[in-house]
Structures are given as structure tokens and as C-alpha cells.
């Protein structure tokens, strides 16, 4: 039973564009939630989190979305870049309760030049 | 180095072979983790120290699977019998302990493959 699902194995999108990646999970025990990503042949990199206190956090291109009711988050790249281009997963935790971070399938973004 | 390293990279057993796997973390950070991941999936926990001990062992998948953290700083994961249903990624990732604690860091994982 997947916890957290990343239901789109991939996504294309052209240089200067908006990318979203998805992601939903069914534990309500969640309360703290990563987007990581990772290059062939190296470890997954952290990107930005959010704790369910908030419903919204921004870095720089990126923007990560909380929708607590519908157990929902998503991660905005603007303008994307063809650096962007890896796999992106998400991950769900609990800050007091269990350490260990429960990850998705992981969705291939590709930035196209 | 500042970050996560772990060795050796790539490693090739046969079926039956014990085999053993080293993590460095980042220095100052007291919880340890390791992870699993399959060809095309995500990585899936293992198991969680913090500082030499071992507070989470629910995801080691038998008890071929053992870890150990004796002076709470370089971890050791050891796989006794490997089986190729072991053949997989193993990553390790570190975290400090102030707030937020979940941010953990990754080295680049060991390739393991079991012919």
C-alpha cells in the first residue's frame, strides 16, 4: 500500500515554462513533507519541504503547495531550465513521531532547450 | 568532505556472499539513515540511529539485514547470504537534530548487484 504516490512517471515541458509536479498521500499522520532530486548515478539532493502548518513555500524558481484536506501537494518550477531536467520525488515524515521519510515513485521531469 | 559519502560505490557479489557497506555522514549530525531503492522506485527505509543507537529497525526487509553505528559517527550496513532480490541502490542519509529534523541528506548510494 504506496503512502505517497507520484502517479505521473514523467513530464516534458519547454525551456522558460511552468512545471508541476504532483504528488498525494493517505497517511494523515504526515505533517512534514520534502521535494528531493536526483541525478543518475548520485544521491537525492534536497530541494525544499513544508511543514502542514503552512500551505505554501518558496525558494527562488521553486514553489512548493500543501492542500491538507485533499492530501495533496505539488511542486511549481518557473521559469523551468534545462538543468532542471532529473527525477524528482517527493517525501512525507512525521516530525515528532517516526523519522523516517516515505518516499514516492518519483516523476522524470525533461526541460526541453 | 562536507557532505554524505559512502563506499564502496559499486558492488558485485555472488549469490551467497556476504557483503558490507560503509557510510561517513556529515560531521555533527547525530541521526543516521538507510535506505533501499529498487530500479525505478523511491527509496524505502530500512533503518534509523541516532547517535550509536538503533532506535528504528522496522524496514530491514530479513535477518540477513544488519546495521551497526558503534561510536555514532560511520555506519556499517551488512547483508549476510545476499540473495538477488538484493540487488538495489543502498543510500544513506544524514540529519542533524535541531529543527527541522526531517531534512536529511543523501550520499550517492552503493550499487549492489547479486549475480
Known amino acids: 500500500d504506496q503512502q505517497v504516490k507520484q502517479n505521473s512517471p514523467s513530464l516534458s515541458v519547454q525551456e522558460g515554462r511552468i512545471s508541476i509536479l504532483n504528488c498525494d498521500y493517505t497517511?494523515?499522520?504526515?505533517?512534514?513533507f520534502l521535494w528531493y532530486k536526483k541525478y543518475p548515478a548520485e544521491g537525492p539532493t534536497f530541494l525544499i519541504s513544508?511543514?502542514?502548518?503552512?500551505d505554501k513555500n518558496e525558494d527562488g524558481r521553486f514553489t512548493v503547495f500543501l492542500n491538507k484536506s485533499a492530501k495533496h501537494l505539488s511542486l511549481h518550477i518557473v521559469p523551468s531550465q534545462p538543468g532542471d531536467s532529473a527525477v524528482y520525488f517527493c517525501?512525507?515524515?512525521?516530525?515528532?513521531?517516526?523519522?523516517?521519510?516515505?518516499f514516492g515513485s518519483g516523476t522524470r521531469l525533461q526541460v526541453q532547450p | 568532505g562536507a557532505g554524505v559519502s559512502q563506499s564502496p560505490r559499486y558492488k558485485v557479489a555472488k549469490r551467497g556472499q556476504d557483503v558490507a557497506l560503509r557510510c561517513d555522514p556529515i560531521?555533527?549530525?547525530?541521526?543516521l539513515f538507510w535506505y533501499q531503492q529498487a530500479l525505478g522506485q523511491g527509496p524505502e527505509f530500512l533503518t534509523y540511529?541516532?547517535?550509536?543507537?538503533?532506535?528504528?529497525k522496522s524496514g530491514l526487509p530479513s535477518d540477513r539485514f544488519f546495521a551497526e553505528r558503534p561510536e555514532g559517527s560511520v555506519s556499517t550496513l551488512k547483508i549476510q547470504r545476499t540473495q538477488q532480490e538484493d540487488s538495489a541502490v543502498y543510500l544513506c542519509?544524514?540529519?542533524?537534530?535541531?529543527?527541522?529534523?526531517?531534512?536529511?541528506?543523501f550520499g550517492p548510494g552503493t550499487r549492489l548487484t547479486v549475480l
Open positions: 542519509a544524514s540529519s542533524r537534530e535541531s529543527l527541522p529534523y526531517n531534512e536529511q541528506f
Open positions: 497517511n494523515s499522520m504526515f505533517d512534514y
Open positions: 513544508i511543514s502542514s502548518i503552512k
Open positions: 517525501a512525507a515524515s512525521e516530525q515528532t513521531g517516526r523519522r523516517a521519510l516515505t
Open positions: 560531521s555533527g549530525h547525530v541521526s
Open positions: 540511529f541516532q547517535n550509536e543507537a538503533q532506535l528504528d
